[in-house]
DNA sequence: CGCCTGTGTAGAAGACTGTCAATGTAAGCA
DNA sequence: TGCTTACATTGACAGTCTTCTACACAGGCG
């Protein structure tokens, strides 16, 4: 249900609102958009640390924000941990933010 | 162009986690939706401050972060403070959540 | 002018966040 | 068994955020 369509609930503007927290940082933007976008959809996460300047800790941090709000899961594999979008989630936040049809006003 | 398509660029993932920050607590959420899906279009603040068990400077301080993150415009008509969303912004994060067709993998 | 209402600003307290160094855990290999 | 690599957890520090109270500004009305 888009936000505009009609006063979101208490509730739901809770999780949305976490949600939208867990991409309030750059870094786990670019986190999530190079998951989604990597070939299969699926990333490790020794490429992800490398195509940034910070600790591996610090990434170990932010990917498990995305991972408990939803956004992302992963999957050990031997030695490696494996990470993939979760489209739904994505989907949901999206339709959320979307402008129905006819309600735009004074721009 | 959706986050899921290629790895977005430092720059934009900046201003995007802007956004988003400003949509990471759950009363922005609120206030957004009570704004986006008023009649009209436009809601003034007095309304606004009576939906929340909030004082007055908080909900102003919450409506300047939307108002600087480009989500919500306001203007001084005689005594009261008339708001109004920006659907272009919107639009942008919306399409920028968005899945593109086929890219779907193991989920 | 002076008062009242509606709205924003300033400053401060407490909680939360991003980052790191140090440590811990799990899997593969000799 | 012991060593090495890959990743997560812990604890700490600096910075930011949410919220409040107190105050200030703007506009209408007497």
């Known amino acids: 249900m888009p936000l505009a369509a009609e006063p979101i609930g208490v ?5 949305v ?14 986190l999530l958009s190079l998951i989604a976008s990597h070939p299969g959809g699926e990333a490790y996460v020794n490429n992800l640390i490398a195509a940034f300047d910070l600790t591996g800790p610090t990434i ?7 991972r408990e709000a939803g956004l992302i ?7 490696w941990v494996y990470y993939w979008v979760v489209p739904t989630m994505l989907e949901r936040l ?3 933010l979307s402008i129905p049809a006819g309600s735009r006003a004074t721009d």
């Not at 170990?60 to 995305?66: A, I, P, Q, T």
């Open 11 to 15: 509730d739901q503007a809770g999780e």
């Open 17 to 30: 609102a976490i949600a939208f927290k867990a991409l309030s940082d750059p870094v786990r933007v670019r």
């Open 60 to 66: 170990s941090h932010h990917l498990r924000v995305l």
């Open 94 to 96: 999206s339709e959320v």
């Open 73 to 79: 899961g992963c999957q050990r594999r031997g030695t």
